[in-house]
């Protein structure tokens, strides 16, 4: 573990500083952020390929203390820049698919076709991109997080850990399955990422998914075909539960007790109640608190398993000058994710 910073935590962040305020190199860091601008298939609202700078800009205004894990930043934290061929995929990709989707998806016309091709060979170049990144992070010993962009970003860092650690799970917090076949005729949609995953990743020995409700009939049929390989904890079953007085400390244990030694997490914000994220792309009533989502992540770390790695997506800021609200709550669901992570793999104390 790296010295602890020459820097005093308690003071304001540098308005040119690195990721939280904090000031290490990327050689000086146990945890490396991988931002991905990417955006491409995104079928309602928009604007998710700027929550890596947003959230970047929120993140100076995180206090650093936090009453969970003793001193998450000392591990060493950081952002890399964002590839600016991910944000050049992403234009192209994003005019292409637009075409696409304002026709309904395509369907039997070969100019839409042509178009969603477009799509899933940029898509496929940007898994390349992000699993190369993420690879470099880890054959270096270090922990990796991707910060999207939609939630297609993270596919290229599954295959990189299953690459790196063969077997581990997936826990998912999202409302949505995201098991649609190629939704759109886009094979790398965001609303496929999950099924593109478990049919591609033998490694992904166990899918854990939280907070889902809002998917189509043959999501769930998809779902319910994975048998012993999945588990989902739908919100309504959730409510249900705590409406009949379960301690939600119950319910925790319930969802994490299925996974295996090693875990990836995987953290669409809307999987979070709306008012948390509400210019997020696909908001859908219901979803966890904070503090709920956060009791998740603690039981994770108590319960002696790894979070081998993380990805935080679909945080979608309104344009400069509207609020940060959305960019705020990801900045510290960020912190709480990284310090979660730390705390499972030794590089951070309980408190």
Known sequence: MPAEPAFDPNSASAPDSGVFGLPYIEKDAALVYVPAPWEATVSYGGGTAGAPAAVLRASRQVDLYDRDVEKPYAAGLFLRRADPEIRALNARARAAARKVIAAGGADGRKSLQKHAAL??????????????????????????????????????????????????????????HDMRAAYEGFRWSHASIMRNALDDIPGIAKIVQVGIRDFCEEEADYAASLGGRAAVFYDEALRRRMF???????????????????????????????????HTGTPVPGGLSFSEANRILREIAVSKRQIIGFDLVEVSPPP????????????????????WTLASRGLAKIR
Request: with cysteine; net charge negative; charged share 20%.
């Open 119 to 176: 799509v899933n060979a940029l898509g496929a170049e940007l898994n390349a991109r992000v699993r190369k990144s993420v690879g470099s992070i880890l054959a270096a010993g270090k922990i990796p997080a991707v910060l999207g962009g939609d939630h297609s970003v993270p596919y290229g860092a599954f295959a990189a850990a299953a690459e790196k650690h063969g077997s581990f799970g997936l826990l998912h917090f999202d409302a949505h």
């Open 320 to 339: 400069r000058g509207q609020g940060d609200w959305d960019a705020n709550v990801g900045a510290r669901l960020l912190y709480k994710l990284t310090a």
């Open 244 to 278: 009949a007085g379960e301690p939600w400390d119950e319910i925790v244990r319930d969802v994490v007790s299925g996974l295996p030694e090693k875990v990836w997490i995987t953290f669409d914000i809307d999987g979070l109640d709306p008012s948390l994220c509400p």
